[in-house]
């Protein structure tokens, strides 16, 4: 079983930053793959960024590209998403995810935190 805590979200200004932290524990392999996904009222669960456990590997939607930044500390059990330039299109619940297979662009995850909001005004 893994267990996922996010923290970090909250509310600011268009073209501001935050940064999420996921706290990561129970039993992980190396084979894992963690991601953030983020959830908007109305619409459907969007992938945002996902990097391989061990290896670091990382992808990005094309919607956060060049302003989002995944990172992880494996000593610290802790996953990272560096937002910068927030948009007001990027308000939504963050979630962070585990999965034990690998696989980059799924929405389909195997471990959940409970969810972060953040809000971005214009």
Known sequence: ?????????????????????????????SSYVTGWLRQAPGKERELVATIT??????????????????????????MYLQMNSLKPEDTAVYYCAARRTLNMQTTLYDYWGQGTQVTVSS
């Open 1 to 29: 079983q893994v267990q996922l805590v996010e923290s970090g979200g909250g509310l600011v200004q268009a073209g501001g930053s935050l940064r999420l932290s996921c706290a990561v524990s129970g039993r992980t392999f």
């Open 53 to 78: 456990w061990s290896g670091g590997r990382t992808y990005y939607a094309d919607s956060v590209k060049g302003r989002f930044t995944i990172s992880r500390d494996n000593v610290k059990n802790t």
